[in-house]
């Protein structure tokens, strides 16, 4: 029997055994292009650049009269360059909403840009490699992406978080108080973790149980790429951690293949992202209502929070594992919220 798979391993064979059914579904000179980028991309962002550029082949023999009657593996790489930047333009409006399965399908500015990203990439592998002559996506410009406002937890906000998790129990009657009882101390850590080292949800549900080190109070995490990082947490976050650890969790019985994961299911499985989502979600619904609190959100207030302690730029980038510290620069050093309420009391328009 062999060696027990990481989450991350297991999840890079999904992605990619999921890659291979989608990519059945492309022309077949779409493999050559998905081989080129393997070593310098994540399966997962394979996966999203294999359904966007399949959305492109089906808008094509939807509604370019040229390939009414195609199938996707009657394209050959020579049609790539039969098409006008035109005809690219048209595919970006189709993509601000489109029907497929009955289903509306609009998409936002990130992924409208997101897809056209995709589709340069595709036509820059065959054009940079003289398989065809012409890229009429080099003469379309691509959407621009408007700046939106940071939405982050307040310091009284955190502390209003993890109090009402802690004690919500007193509102709840039934079953509602059962599961609570159940997953409370597993609530409680999860989100004093996000909120004390800022690190992803998926890196979050990726951890261990022999990934925490209370010695030198630390996790190991695998970042995007693959690469491996311990990030360190204080106080608060090692208590939660440990509470959660010598009580719920050394109670369960996981299911095969569950045992070493650190953060348990009610059904004994390693959770999930969306599930960390889910409770995220509804916890922060029931104290701050009018912000849509996810855990990106969770780790853009650590990163405020980090920020605004140290006033050190690449120390925040080197701890949420930013590849590119100008992506920090922009989301955590712009003007600060107490300066922006200055404002706002400091010009006077009648005296009184």
Partial sequence: MGEARTYHEQTRIDQTMRLREVLKTLPPFAKDYFRAIEPKSSARTRINYAYDIRVFFTFLMENNPVYKNYSADQFRVSDLEKLEPVDIEEYMEYLKVYERDDELITNSEKGLARKMSALRSFYNYYYKHQIIEKNPTLLVEMPKLHDKAIIRL???????????????????????????????????????????????????????????????????????????????????????????????????????????????????????????????????????????????????????????????????????????????????????????????????????
């Fill in 154 to 352: 307040d310091t009284d906000e955190v502390a209003l978080l993890l109090d009402f998790v802690e004690n919500c129990g007193s509102q709840l009657s039934g079953q509602s108080l059962t599961y609570y009882n159940k997953t409370r101390e597993r609530d409680l850590a999860i989100l004093t973790l996000l909120l004390g080292t800022g690190i992803r949800v998926s890196e979050c549900v990726g951890l261990d149980l022999n990934d925490v080190d209370f010695k030198n109070n630390g996790i190991t995490v695998t970042r995007k790429g693959g690469n491996q990082m311990v990030v360190y947490f204080g106080d608060e976050v090692a208590d939660a951690l440990t509470d959660y650890i010598e009580g719920s969790r050394k109670a369960a019985t996981p299911l095969s293949g569950h045992e070493n994961a650190l953060f348990l299911s009610t059904q004994r499985r390693r959770m999930g992202v969306q599930a960390v989502e889910n409770m995220v979600k509804k916890y922060a619904r029931q104290v701050t209502p009018n912000k849509k609190i996810t855990p990106h959100k969770l780790r853009s207030t650590y990163g405020t929070s980090l920020y605004k302690e140290t006033g050190d730029i690449y120390l925040v980038a080197d701890v949420l594992g930013h590849k590119d510290v100008n992506t920090t620069k922009k989301h955590y050093a712009a003007i600060d919220e107490d300066r922006r309420r200055q404002a706002a009391s400091a010009v006077k328009l009648r005296e009184s």
